[in-house]
């Protein structure tokens, strides 16, 4: 079987097996995102092995994608400036204390002082994803709690960075590479800042010229452009795709035509996110 095949038919499964579980969880009021994380259960490796992760992982990275770009069309770079104190004073509290929490339990267990802080670092952090999914679907993205959140979950994802740069030296097997590790994380931080300037700059006034051609099509060629362009641009860097989407989406919500964007987007962005929660399902081994 060939991959076009292979794709389509894990499309065909993973959706078919949603709508089920879906409708009898409606009638249950179970939330949607349980009914996939169910359905990745059922159609993974743990389940009826029907789908493998690797079939469906390139949507599921397109739905995340897609997911932050969404929420950043709903922000303004304002609002999250005016929480830059809490979410720099609250963001860095909640790292360092929840890794150093981390660190004392697994020590304390018998871990080796390095591998406890490595397990720290990951149970420290937070998936955006699901987190703004939640918050998105029962309207509170846009309350001060929900803006708080994702301002320490934005502030999160960039601490990836640095804790990465320090994963070799846990091992011990930085050596010399350190130095040269540190100068392309400065590099890169600067590069970072240039592109998002300039797309908080050009982007409006590109998608204003865009917009007086009246044309649907080309609207929505450019949005997926911009979106997928400067994620890319900003994964050079170091950030995440879903980072870089996510601050795509606050370039074009400082321009007049960011409604406009998320109606054209929400549809794919809603299908292509069930696949990523269901991937996560995929992973769950509940025997």
Not at 81 to 100: A, C, H, P
Not at 103 to 111: K, S, Y
């Amino acid at each position: 079987m060939d991959t076009e095949t292979e794709l389509i038919m894990s499309v065909v499964i993973v959706l078919a097996c949603a709508i089920a579980i879906l409708f009898v969880g409606r009638r249950l009021r179970m939330p949607f995102i349980i009914g996939y994380f169910i359905t990745g259960i059922v159609v993974g490796p743990a389940g009826l092995g029907l789908v493998t992760e690797e079939q469906v992982s390139l949507l599921a990275e397109l739905g995340v994608i897609l997911l932050m770009f969404t929420i950043g069309l709903e922000m303004s770079l304002k609002s999250l400036l005016s929480m830059k104190r809490i979410v720099l004073i609250g963001g860095t509290l909640q790292l360092v204390v929840t890794t150093v929490a981390v660190w004392a339990v697994m020590v304390a267990v018998g871990f080796a002082s390095n591998v406890a802080l490595f397990i720290g670092f990951l149970v420290a952090h937070s998936s955006t994803a699901v987190i703004m999914n939640l918050y998105q679907n029962s309207g509170e993205i846009d309350t001060q709690h929900g803006k708080i959140a994702l301002g320490l979950l934005i502030f999160q994802d960039l601490n990836v960075i640095p804790m990465m740069l320090m994963v070799p030296i846990l091992a011990g097997t930085s050596g010399t590479d350190l130095v040269g590790e540190l100068i392309s994380f400065v590099v890169g931080m600067v590069v970072l800042d240039i592109v998002l300037a300039a797309a908080i700059f050009l982007v409006p006034r590109f998608l204003t010229r865009i917009a007086l051609t009246r044309s649907k099509e080309l609207f929505i060629i450019s949005i997926v452009v911009i979106c997928f362009g400067i994620a890319w641009m900003m994964s050079l860097s170091g950030v995440s795709l879903a980072l870089g989407a996510f601050l795509a989406g606050i370039a074009i919500s400082e321009s007049d035509y960011s409604h406009e964007a998320i109606g054209q987007i929400l549809p794919f962005r809603d299908l292509l996110t069930s696949f990523f929660f269901v991937s996560i399902g995929m992973m769950l081994n509940l025997v």
